[in-house]
């Protein structure tokens, strides 16, 4: 019976690089979605309460204000764009597509490595000043296409 059917092949392997691949897309798409609230909520923003509006979107209201007390342009700025301790936010968003693109590093081309590498190290050199509300659509802008601006 083993004969006729092997029990060695490249299931696993093709289901353990599928869900990276899933995965990595996911963890992109995440960066470009909240690039867009940001943006939308900056745009047409008239008081702090649209900046909570991000918050219940994302279920993140609890978390924010355990850590940052009230809502407002730049408190939300900082947590969705520079903490790397918040679960849902892009540092830690880029840092974990990352990680799954280095798992399938045989499988994806260079460029696309380099891409990510760069896209990575920009996002994770943001400071405050790059997300202040005068650059804040400047940095928003950049992750939504994931082409680095320059600085």
Same mark, same amino acid.
């Given at each position: ?62 978390? =924010?204000? $355990? !850590? ?5 342009? @730049?408190? &939300? +700025? ?40 760069? =896209?990575? $190290? !920009? ?5 405050? @000043?790059? &997300? +202040? ?19």
């Amino acid at each position: 019976m083993s004969d006729i059917l092997p029990r060695s092949g490249p299931g696993p392997l093709v289901a353990r690089h599928a869900g990276g691949l899933l995965w990595l897309a996911r963890y992109i798409e995440r960066v470009e979605n909240l690039a867009r609230l940001m943006d939308v909520t900056e745009s047409f923003a008239h008081d702090d309460s649209a900046w909570l509006s991000i918050l219940r979107i994302n279920g993140d209201e609890a978390r =924010f204000v $355990a !850590r940052n007390g009230e809502a407002g342009q @730049a408190s &939300v +700025a900082r947590f969705y764009l520079l903490d790397g301790e918040n679960p849902t936010s892009v540092q830690t968003s880029i840092t974990w597509a990352r990680e799954n693109a280095r798992t399938l590093r045989a499988l994806i081309s260079t460029e696309m490595w380099l891409h990510l590498n760069v =896209f990575h $190290a !920009r996002i994770r050199a943001l400071t405050e @000043a790059d &997300v +202040a509300p005068d650059r804040m659509s400047t940095v928003c802008a950049m992750l939504k296409v994931r082409r680095p601006i320059p600085a």
